[in-house]
């Protein structure tokens, strides 16, 4: 624990002018990021007797080794400072919402030809139309199915609409009615395009002009006796008249807001955000977060709203925000939501009618996502505790291993041996600190010392790391030296964390390889254990009898799923490894030569049987390969197999290399000759 005396800036060095500024731990991991109107005032806040400061600032501080801060112009740029910097550092006492998914978009692409309506995730694109975010995909495609009756818009993909094209027959939609079917010129583009317009329309709340024109055209056909025409239109009604039902109008004046509600308590927050488009609502998020800060409701505002539209510009940021709480002050926060816009957002709390009502009904859902979520994360939270709790027992470790890293060794009868190293952190998987090794040391099959191999390179890259961050301790005199400033930013280092247990998959020759790699590189404050698979045994360096764990036990639960995501992540890795090698073509000998000019060669002769029956002047005339790179194609060319020829099996056929192909097709075909 640190005394953030220690660190406390001197007198007169903090500047009086808005900014930003960040706390780092004793790794130069930056552990929290804020904002203020006067840096002075505020860092002052923080040096102040621990006895007055709340039990989470007073948890932050005595973690943080250093702060520094980054003077701006106004607070509205250190409100844009903050979020980027909370997003890229990611800092353990930030307020941070996660929902673990990217919620899913109507799309209408209105940037092709033939625009098609499909399910989007991810970043929004140029040209086009959004309408959501939806809780469920499922949710669009039941909207999008009614929808198509009356707007038989494609959605295809390109590959089956460019199918299509070249048969001349549309798929299934096109025959029973739900596509207008453009692929076959039964309409042109024109009338696909304002099919796609008046589907846009009707999505966007212009829904009583659709209804009317269907009605008045179901009267017109029934007075002319057309009856199944108007029995088309009046199932098309219905289907309309069903989608509307769907999103059920709750404001009127076809108002655009996002209404945002909270439910907390003094450990946890749920925020709950209702999306209305056209006096409809459109979709529904929420986040759960824990209160690692001392925060009021108008924080959780503010950092729900840098959630929400930090990322996002134009229509998607609405013309009105009702939220529970107003941001303190109010002013940053909504010139920059204005700034998002390019246009006037108003930012308030509903006090009456429609809207309160509304907020009420968000509010509710808050509540129960809490409930929920706290119901669920106890049972979690107590099955993860009490694993580490066994697994620490077991071992007879000083405390619970918070980080576990495990490894395994994967190969195919001694080609292509590589290595897998999975973190898990306080029992869930850590997929971004994932790490995955080529063995170099030696060829062949040998498990133990490529294990021993593998561990020696991920610890002393530790090691390195912690040279870096001024920590390192000279290992004669035992003085720790101060390194002074580092080029450090704060990002999540590759190999600068220690674990507090290091899991192998294997029996007593691996572990005692991981024990005598972290003996060698003189690291001895990290325990080792192996998991063989035969017996489920935990074996523990220097004894001759295993650990045996009840099969019901919930460490040795927690240690397989442990060894089995890092065999998952090692296979994947070596087959991939092996069907690259499997891809490779003599082109890929010749040094400097890049895909991009693999490709251009191809195109030039048409083949690689053409190319290399080239000369070097004649490869020369291919634009960007030199006489150098010339004389190595050939070379590798000549030293290369020739590919057999090409045979017809239904006719015996030997046919001869004449339509032009790429390069990773033919490569692929020589590959699996070889």
Not at 231 to 244: C, F, G, T, V
Not at 287 to 304: M, Q
Not at 428 to 457: C, N, P, W
Request: proline content about 5%; some cysteine; glycine content about 8%.
């Amino acid at each position: 624990m640190a005394d953030p005396s220690s660190y406390r800036p001197k007198p007169g060095q903090i500047p009086d002018a808005p900014g930003v500024y960040k706390f780092r731990d004793e790794h130069r991991r930056v552990i929290y990021v804020g904002k203020a109107k006067s840096l002075r005032q505020r860092l002052a806040n923080y040096f102040q007797d621990l006895a007055g400061l709340h039990p989470r600032t007073r948890s932050m501080v005595t973690t943080a080794a250093s702060v520094e801060w980054t003077v701006v112009t106004n607070e509205v740029e250190a409100l844009q400072l903050e979020y980027s910097w909370i997003k890229e550092f990611d800092p353990r006492f930030n307020v941070k919402y996660r929902d673990d998914k990217s919620y899913p978009y109507l799309a209408v692409t209105m940037n092709e030809q033939f625009p098609r309506v499909q399910v989007m995730r991810g970043q929004k694109k140029k040209g086009v139309r959004y309408f959501g975010p939806y809780g469920h995909a499922w949710a669009i495609r039941d909207t999008v199915d009614l929808l198509l009756r009356a707007f038989p818009v494609r959605t295809c993909s390109a590959g089956v609409f460019k199918n299509a094209a070249r048969t001349g027959r549309p798929c299934l939609l096109g025959y029973i009615g739900k596509c207008s079917a453009p692929c076959v010129e039964r309409v042109t583009p024109e009338v696909h395009r304002e099919l796609a317009e008046d589907f846009c329309d009707f999505m966007a709340g212009r829904t009583g002009t659709y209804i009317r024109r269907l009605e008045r055209q179901m009267a017109d056909a029934a007075e002319e006796m057309e009856y199944e025409r108007a029995a088309r239109l009046r199932d098309d009604i219905e289907a309309l008249r069903k989608a509307m039902e769907k999103s059920a109008v709750v404001l009127a004046d076809a108002t655009d807001a996002d209404l945002i509600a909270l439910a907390e308590d003094e450990l946890e927050a749920a925020v709950q955000i209702f999306h209305v488009r056209g006096g409809r609502v459109r979709g529904q998020r929420g986040w759960v977060t824990d209160k690692v800060e001392a925060v009021t409701s108008g924080d959780l505002v503010e950092h729900a709203l840098q959630q929400l539209y930090g990322e996002e510009s134009g229509d998607a940021v609405p013309k009105e925000v009702l939220v529970p709480a107003l941001p303190d002050p109010i002013e940053p926060v909504q010139e920059w939501l204005t700034e998002r816009r390019g246009a006037n957002v108003s930012l308030r709390i509903p006090q009456r009618g429609d809207k309160k009502a509304l907020m009420e009904t968000v509010a509710r859902n808050a509540q129960q996502s809490l409930v929920l979520h706290k119901t669920k994360r106890a049972s979690d939270l107590t099955t993860r505790s009490r694993a580490l709790e066994e697994i620490a027992a077991a071992l007879e470790l000083d405390s619970v291993p918070l980080r576990v890293e495990c490894y395994d060794i994967s190969h195919l009868q001694g080609d292509d041996v590589v290595a897998s190293m999975v973190v898990f952190e306080d029992g869930l998987a850590r997929k971004s600190e994932y790490r995955r090794f080529q063995i170099k040391g030696f060829e062949g099959q040998d498990d133990v010392r490529s294990m021993h191999e593998v561990i020696t390179r991920r610890f002393r890259r530790y090691l390195a790391e912690k040279e870096k961050s001024g920590e390192w301790v000279d290992e004669e005199t035992g003085e720790v030296t101060d390194l002074g400033p580092t080029e450090e930013d704060g990002r999540p280092k590759r190999f600068a964390y220690p674990p507090q247990l290091v899991v192998v998959d294997g029996g007593q020759p691996q572990v005692a390889a991981a024990k005598r790699a972290l003996d060698e590189l003189g690291i001895d404050d990290i325990a080792v254990c192996g998991l063989a698979k035969r017996l489920e045994e935990v074996w523990v360096p220097g004894e001759d009898d295993p650990v045996i764990l009840p099969r019901t036990s919930e460490g040795l639960y927690l240690l397989q799923r442990v060894r089995d995501e890092a065999h998952r992540f090692a296979i994947t890795y070596q087959r991939n490894k092996r069907a690259k090698r499997f891809r490779a073509g003599p082109l890929d000998a010749v040094p400097g030569l890049g895909d991009a000019r693999k490709q251009t060669l191809i195109k030039h002769f048409g083949s690689v049987k053409r190319l290399r029956s080239a000369t070097i002047d004649q490869i020369c005339e291919v634009p960007g390969v030199g006489r150098k790179t010339a004389e190595a194609i050939v070379a590798a060319l000549a030293g290369a197999t020739p590919a057999g020829p090409a045979v017809n099996t239904a006719t015996g056929e030997i046919m001869e290399e004449e339509e032009p192909v790429t390069a990773g097709t033919s490569e692929e075909r020589r590959g699996q000759e070889t």
